[in-house]
Nanobody
Framework: VQVVESGGGLVQPGESLRLSCEATGFTFANYGMSWYRQAPGKERELVAGITSTGIVTDYPDSVKGRFAISRHRTKATVYLQMNSLKPEDTAVYYC?????????WGQGTQVSVSS
């Protein structure tokens, strides 16, 4: 199983960014994919999650109304649309695949928000 994130970068406050995550190497129909982030010196936190059937978990208050997770309809790919980015959104963003009670993590993609 391989999980690969892409789309990170450096943006200014107020701008938008879209992250992508593709999971390959498995064939089970039921799975969940999530986005986490970890800022320097802080614990990794859940940002958004979605099941293979499209059920979205609640967003934490820190990103609610600004971030939105979505999925590709035919393959294990999820997106994280991040709008109105703030400096405090700066972190490494990780994608996690959960299938058959096992977790698989991507290598992470850096998102930096700075003027």
């Amino acid at each position: 199983v391989q999980v690969v994130e892409s789309g990170g970068g450096l943006v200014q406050p107020g701008e938008s960014l879209r992250l992508s995550c593709e999971a390959t190497g498995f064939t089970f129909a039921n799975y969940g994919m999530s986005w986490y982030r970890q800022a320097p010196g802080k614990e990794r936190e859940l940002v958004a999650g979605i099941t293979s059937t499209g059920i979205v978990t609640d967003y934490p208050d820190s990103v609610k109304g600004r971030f939105a997770i979505s999925r590709h309809r035919t393959k294990a790919t999820v997106y994280l649309q991040m709008n109105s980015l703030k400096p405090e959104d700066t972190a490494v963003y990780y994608c996690k695949l959960r299938v058959l009670s096992r977790d698989y993590w991507g290598q992470g993609t850096q998102v930096s928000v700075s003027s």
